[in-house]
């Protein structure tokens, strides 16, 4: 039956121009990390409902990681938080990643949960405070080569709650000064992502509050310094698209923590309530790899990391983060079907509904069938959700009992 149905989304696609092979290769090419800190039990401020069967140690985590990656193909590394992961061998942790068919992914330090840093971490007034938080990205750096993992992925609670509270221009000035010994440390083929979000925990004011800061900061800093998009960290109705574009067309695109969020930063499964947004983020994307030879051409999708960050605080955790790989596969693979030569004339003729409907028709396909022969030709799971329901992995780790790791 499956094979049908492709065979005629297949003659569909060719009608239309579009290079099935090309598509199918670049889904292939789609790799999403999952966070560790998502298989963990978490919560809101209000209840952390604890589950059972939830990874009691890293080593745990990374298993559970390793599942998805298992079912979908296309999650193939755990990007993991550090002191929340810290081990005594990151060798041994590396080699269980190994073991299990993943690698380490971004390195997350975290420079948001001491009491230190109440007021700060590396913009902190305090000096002996921002010295703690650059040794701790120090260690992560050195933790990243233990793991071999080329990433270090930034995220700054730092900011403050009332006007007069601290002073901007001093605390900007601090955080560029703590990031350049961060980039210092970086081999040549490492990079760091700067992760922006313009409130929470902070409600005023927040030290890397948009894009522009962090892009600012990655452009001072130099090529191993890339913008980190997270997908529920912008106010409402801001064009995540645009802002993606821009910094491909910069070559500062370092990668996204993907989520969906209905009012805040709410880290839901992604594309559960932003399909559509997902979708032409992925198009911009598609498009400016597309565009490869020109001069200000985008990184290849290769060199984006794409990770999700999200917190299932009601639902179970893995195959929550499978719904979300095959949601970020769903919405590329219709990206990818977005007929760029007809989209070119369209906005040559200036002819904006053309144009609007060249984007529109690829987002309405159903890529189902293509998705399924994707992950058959992969060894992956043609329905990765069914298959890790009828796995038992669900029931076996029920032996774990409650009281995960956070
Ligand atoms: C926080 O809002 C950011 O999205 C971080 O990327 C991430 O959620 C955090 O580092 C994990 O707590
Ligand atoms: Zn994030
Ligand atoms: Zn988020
Ligand atoms: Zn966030």
Known sequence: MSDKQYALFEEQQKARGIDLEKVK??????EVETPSWGFGDSGTRFKVFEQEGIPRDPFEKIEDAAQVHKFTGSSGAAAIHIPWDKV???????????????????????VFQDD???????????????KKAVDHLLECVDIAKEVDSKAISLWFADGTNY???????????????????LYNALDEDMRMLIEYKFFEPAFYHTDLADWGMAFNMANKLGPKADVLVDTGHHPQAANIEHIV????DEKKLGGFHFNSRKYAD?????AAHNPHEIFLIMQQ???????????GAARTAGNIAYMLDQCHNIEPKIPAMIRSIMNVQNLYAKACLVNLDELREAQEKQDVLWAEEVVREAYEFDVTPL???VREEMGAAPEPMKAYRASGYAEKILKRGKGGAG
């Open 163 to 181: 006007p007069g509270q601290a002073d901007f221009r001093k605390r900007k000035n601090w955080m560029h000064e703590s990031l350049q010994t």
């Open 25 to 30: 290769n670049k889904i292939k090419g789609l």
């Open 116 to 130: 230190d840093y109440k007021f700060g971490s590396i913009t902190n007034s305090d000096p002996s405070i921002r």
């Open 285 to 295: 994307i598609v498009a400016a790899e597309e565009d490869g030879g020109d001069p």
């Open 88 to 110: 005594d061998d990151y060798k041994a942790l590396k080699s269980h990643a190994e073991d299990h068919g993943i690698a380490i992914g971004a390195v997350n330090p975290n």
């Open 371 to 373: 998705l399924k022969a």
């Open 266 to 270: 709410d880290d839901l499964i992604v």
């Open 245 to 248: 574009a821009y910094l491909l």
